[in-house]
Protein backbone atom coordinates (compact mmCIF):
# COMPACT_ATOMS: atom_id res chain seq x y z
CA UNK A 1 0.00 0.00 0.00
CA UNK A 2 1.24 3.32 -0.58
CA UNK A 3 1.31 5.07 2.35
CA UNK A 4 3.53 8.02 1.61
CA UNK A 5 1.81 10.55 -0.95
CA UNK A 6 5.36 11.49 -2.10
CA UNK A 7 8.60 9.51 -3.28
CA UNK A 8 11.50 10.66 -4.96
CA UNK A 9 14.59 8.45 -6.41
CA UNK A 10 17.63 10.33 -8.32
CA UNK A 11 20.41 8.30 -10.25
CA UNK A 12 23.23 10.16 -11.82
CA UNK A 13 25.22 8.34 -14.47
CA UNK A 14 27.25 8.04 -17.69
CA UNK A 15 24.45 7.24 -20.11
CA UNK A 16 26.83 4.13 -21.43
CA UNK A 17 24.79 0.77 -22.56
CA UNK A 18 25.84 -0.89 -19.58
CA UNK A 19 24.73 1.91 -17.24
CA UNK A 20 21.41 2.04 -19.29
CA UNK A 21 20.52 -1.55 -18.48
CA UNK A 22 21.61 -0.59 -14.60
CA UNK A 23 18.76 1.87 -14.15
CA UNK A 24 16.41 0.09 -15.66
CA UNK A 25 16.99 -2.40 -13.13
CA UNK A 26 16.89 0.16 -10.28
CA UNK A 27 13.78 2.06 -11.88
CA UNK A 28 11.99 -1.50 -11.72
CA UNK A 29 13.34 -2.03 -8.17
CA UNK A 30 12.19 1.06 -6.52
CA UNK A 31 8.78 0.51 -8.47
CA UNK A 32 8.42 -2.91 -7.03
CA UNK A 33 9.41 -1.27 -3.78
CA UNK A 34 6.64 1.53 -4.07
CA UNK A 35 4.16 -1.45 -4.86
CA UNK A 36 3.73 0.05 -8.22
CA UNK A 37 4.57 -3.05 -10.12
CA UNK A 38 2.44 -2.32 -13.16
CA UNK A 39 3.91 0.47 -14.36
CA UNK A 40 7.49 -1.00 -14.01
CA UNK A 41 7.32 -2.39 -18.16
CA UNK A 42 6.62 1.67 -19.29
CA UNK A 43 9.08 3.27 -16.80
CA UNK A 44 11.71 0.58 -17.69
CA UNK A 45 10.68 1.69 -21.31
CA UNK A 46 10.64 5.18 -21.24
CA UNK A 47 13.83 5.52 -19.19
CA UNK A 48 15.49 3.47 -21.53
CA UNK A 49 14.60 5.52 -24.39
CA UNK A 50 15.48 8.73 -23.02
CA UNK A 51 19.14 7.51 -21.93
CA UNK A 52 19.30 5.67 -25.13
CA UNK A 53 18.46 9.67 -26.90
CA UNK A 54 21.37 10.85 -24.73
CA UNK A 55 23.96 8.11 -25.34
CA UNK A 56 23.34 8.83 -29.23
CA UNK A 57 23.08 12.58 -29.10
CA UNK A 58 23.84 14.59 -26.02
CA UNK A 59 27.30 16.60 -25.83
CA UNK A 60 29.52 17.70 -25.03
CA UNK A 61 29.02 14.41 -22.26
CA UNK A 62 26.83 11.92 -22.04
CA UNK A 63 26.73 12.78 -17.71
CA UNK A 64 22.76 12.88 -17.00
CA UNK A 65 20.48 12.44 -14.00
CA UNK A 66 17.64 9.69 -13.84
CA UNK A 67 15.02 10.88 -11.59
CA UNK A 68 11.50 9.51 -11.09
CA UNK A 69 8.92 11.01 -8.36
CA UNK A 70 5.34 9.72 -7.49
CA UNK A 71 3.43 12.60 -6.14
CA UNK A 72 -0.65 12.94 -6.19
CA UNK A 73 -1.16 9.64 -8.14
CA UNK A 74 1.47 10.47 -10.79
CA UNK A 75 4.38 8.84 -11.58
CA UNK A 76 7.19 11.61 -13.15
CA UNK A 77 10.33 10.02 -14.99
CA UNK A 78 13.01 12.71 -16.23
CA UNK A 79 16.21 12.77 -17.63
CA UNK A 80 18.25 15.66 -17.43
CA UNK A 81 21.55 16.34 -19.54
CA UNK A 82 24.06 19.01 -20.22
CA UNK A 83 23.00 19.55 -24.11
CA UNK A 84 20.59 22.24 -24.81
CA UNK A 85 19.71 20.88 -28.06
CA UNK A 86 16.00 19.43 -27.64
CA UNK A 87 15.32 16.35 -29.01
CA UNK A 88 12.03 16.37 -31.83
CA UNK A 89 9.78 13.44 -32.16
CA UNK A 90 10.63 12.33 -35.91
CA UNK A 91 8.30 10.41 -38.44
CA UNK A 92 10.47 7.21 -38.84
CA UNK A 93 10.70 5.17 -42.18
CA UNK A 94 9.44 1.81 -42.21
CA UNK A 95 12.73 0.12 -41.75
CA UNK A 96 14.15 2.71 -40.06
CA UNK A 97 15.97 0.84 -36.97
CA UNK A 98 15.79 4.19 -34.53
CA UNK A 99 13.87 7.84 -34.62
CA UNK A 100 10.63 6.13 -32.78
CA UNK A 101 11.49 6.66 -29.20
CA UNK A 102 9.90 9.91 -28.31
CA UNK A 103 6.40 8.94 -30.58
CA UNK A 104 6.64 5.20 -28.16
CA UNK A 105 6.91 7.50 -25.18
CA UNK A 106 4.42 9.57 -26.45
CA UNK A 107 1.99 6.91 -27.13
CA UNK A 108 2.50 4.99 -23.60
CA UNK A 109 2.57 7.96 -20.95
CA UNK A 110 0.05 10.50 -19.83
CA UNK A 111 2.35 13.31 -21.15
CA UNK A 112 5.66 14.29 -21.86
CA UNK A 113 7.61 17.07 -22.60
CA UNK A 114 10.80 18.92 -22.69
CA UNK A 115 11.96 22.17 -20.52
CA UNK A 116 15.28 23.71 -20.23
CA UNK A 117 17.43 22.63 -17.15
CA UNK A 118 18.45 26.04 -14.29
CA UNK A 119 21.92 24.63 -14.53
CA UNK A 120 22.49 24.09 -18.18
CA UNK A 121 20.90 21.86 -20.82
CA UNK A 122 17.61 20.24 -20.51
CA UNK A 123 15.06 17.46 -18.73
CA UNK A 124 13.50 15.15 -20.96
CA UNK A 125 10.25 14.07 -19.22
CA UNK A 126 7.15 11.84 -18.72
CA UNK A 127 4.17 11.19 -16.33
CA UNK A 128 2.05 7.88 -16.18
CA UNK A 129 -0.84 7.83 -14.10
CA UNK A 130 -0.67 5.35 -10.88
CA UNK A 131 -2.84 2.83 -9.84
CA UNK A 132 -4.88 3.78 -7.46
CA UNK A 133 -3.30 2.80 -3.63
CA UNK A 134 -3.97 -1.28 -2.97
CA UNK A 135 -6.06 -2.44 0.00
CA UNK A 136 -3.93 -3.16 3.08
CA UNK A 137 -3.19 -7.01 2.09
CA UNK A 138 -3.08 -9.58 5.26
CA UNK A 139 0.09 -10.34 6.95
CA UNK A 140 -0.67 -14.32 6.43
CA UNK A 141 -1.71 -16.06 2.90
CA UNK A 142 -5.62 -16.33 3.15
CA UNK A 143 -5.30 -19.88 3.00
CA UNK A 144 -3.53 -20.07 6.07
CA UNK A 145 -5.30 -21.02 9.04
CA UNK A 146 -2.75 -19.70 11.72
CA UNK A 147 0.69 -17.45 11.94
CA UNK A 148 3.53 -19.29 10.02
CA UNK A 149 5.82 -20.52 12.76
CA UNK A 150 9.52 -19.68 13.36
CA UNK A 151 11.75 -22.42 15.02
CA UNK A 152 14.84 -20.66 14.30
CA UNK A 153 15.85 -17.82 16.88
CA UNK A 154 18.23 -16.64 15.35
CA UNK A 155 16.57 -16.01 12.29
CA UNK A 156 17.26 -12.80 10.29
CA UNK A 157 14.24 -10.64 9.82
CA UNK A 158 15.18 -8.65 6.01
CA UNK A 159 12.19 -7.18 4.31
CA UNK A 160 10.94 -8.09 1.14
CA UNK A 161 10.88 -4.69 -0.12
CA UNK A 162 13.69 -2.54 0.61
CA UNK A 163 14.49 0.40 -0.83
CA UNK A 164 16.71 0.43 -4.22
CA UNK A 165 20.12 1.20 -4.10
CA UNK A 166 22.37 2.37 -6.14
CA UNK A 167 26.05 3.34 -6.17
CA UNK A 168 25.96 4.17 -9.79
CA UNK A 169 28.41 6.23 -10.86
CA UNK A 170 30.43 7.46 -14.88
Not at 29 to 45: C, G, K, V
Not at 108 to 116: D, L
Not at 129 to 157: C, G, L, N, Q, S
Request: net charge neutral; hydrophobic share 40%; charged share 20%.
Amino acid sequence: MISQPNRHCTVELHALPSRIGQVRRIVSAQLRYWHLDSLIEMAALGVTELLTNVHRHAEPDKLCTVEIELLSGRLTVSVHDHDPRLPEVRDADSLATCGRGLAMIAAVSESWGVRPHREGGKVVWFVLPAPAPAMAIAPYPVYATHPARHTDTHERKVSPHAPARSAVAG
